[in-house]
């Protein structure tokens, strides 16, 4: 597996605390506190320090609780006690995304504002152009995730502590111009200051990989609008973007060696003793069913006890404990180590929207070669080999079909990298087809997007019931987004 450039999390975090004082305000602003200013330390940060402090905290934001909660309801994961139990059941209340909606505002997109304000102040357009794509997919995780959200008065300071919500369909192109602006910038190369391995932890300042990972961010936009406008990636994909050539173009962050430093999943995990976050039979059973060479890289064999060295998920809802790890496996070595990447997009799933993108149009042979690359790029990524992904792909159950069941099933499975994401396909597309949990909070309805924070209720209620609404508990969660009407 491709790895990109690591870094000290907690190191990281520290420092650029004591660089910048933020107070996160529920209402999704920064608020300056009243104190006297320490001349033993610098009031501004570098650019090369906000870079590498927006990416780290996206990444562990995403590839913690937002891919544990995506990933439970669309069934990689089925926790048998505890908060990942409860985001099997559906029992997500507003509580449940405080932290996310607080680290996503707060934190990365602050980060990202104030690197492009000083970035376009100094003229190093490098920066401006990284910060406009992150911030382009940090709003399209969190609009993807609420609908309409804080935008356009989002980052407002003092001057706002009690931003307006924006709706998701004004929102969305105003993604793809970020996106745009973005990559002009990037490829501009103004500025004395440029990217480098130190502080751009997705590409080491590789200005061509920032464009393709763009142009593919743009491609995943456009396909999210499958339902109400089909047409629209389709005619993207056809103005011949660049786009990624090989896992080598892979985006996202490897975390450290160290505990200080380790993979998200692999803190909550592992480090922490709790180990309640179980995979879930649906995924491991399916994946036995093919024969997918996957499942040693994807989940740990259970360790001990009379299913020692095999491979079981927990049936999604089920309390059975598994404290002592003799009865359910766990995310393994691909997404699970201590110096586990995070992946934002891979060069697999941009074949498997290309796959997708081509069937809904019937073209088929163009579909079929971009699923069959998609597969071979995850397998081999993996650090499997081609013969692998050749034998897996010639399997009748495996080899594509010209459905899109077919394609979605694969993703679905490839998507464990991300599992939000293959909540957004399955919201989109109905595939795989689930079952919900005989044990759940929603009468056995899937949840379709999250509820508005505690927080945000609390401290921001008027612009929600000026927007989109108080939410209301267990109801809110069960209504689709403007792209999921």
Known sequence: MKKNTTYNFLGMRAMAACLMVLLISVSSCK???????????????????VLPSA????????GGSINRIGGSVIQHYAGHRTQPLDYARFDLSPSTTDAIWSSMYAGVL???????????????????GMAKILTAYTYSVLTDSYGDIPFSTALGGVENVNPS??????????????????IA???????????GTVD?????????????????????????????????????LNSNPVLMTSNADNSGVTFGGSASAANPIHQFDQLS???DNAIAATIINRMKELADPRIPVFFNAIPSGGLAGQYVGNIPGSGNEDGDLTRYSRSGSAYASINSPVLFLSYAEQNFIIAEIQQRAGNTAAAGVAYNAAVSADITSLGLSAGDASTYLAKPTVAYNNTLQRIMEQKWITMFQGPYEAWVDW??????VLTAPTVNRTGGVFPRRFSYPQLEINLNRQALENGPGVPVPYKTILTGVWWDK
Request: no cysteine; glycine share 10%.
């Open 110 to 128: 602050q980060d990202l504002s104030d690197l492009s304000v000083k970035g376009t102040e100094s003229g190093d357009l490098v920066y401006v």
């Open 55 to 62: 990416q780290v905290n996206l990444a562990y934001t995403l």
């Open 31 to 49: 608020k300056g506190l009243n104190i006297n200013e320490d001349p033993n330390n610098p009031t501004e940060v570098p650019l090369r320090m």
């Open 273 to 275: 003793g709790r180990s």
């Open 185 to 195: 910038n990037v490829k501009s190369g103004a500025g004395s200051e440029k990217p």
């Open 427 to 432: 919201r989109r597309t109905g595939f795989p």
């Open 200 to 236: 751009d932890l997705m590409f080491g300042g590789d200005i061509a990989k920032w464009e393709k990972f763009g142009n593919a961010l743009k491609l995943r936009l456009y396909n999210h609008l499958s339902k109400i406008d089909p047409a629209a990636a389709l005619t993207f």
């Open 165 to 182: 919500y924006d709706k998701q369909e004004a929102i969305y192109p105003q993604l793809i111009t970020l996106i745009t602006d973005g």
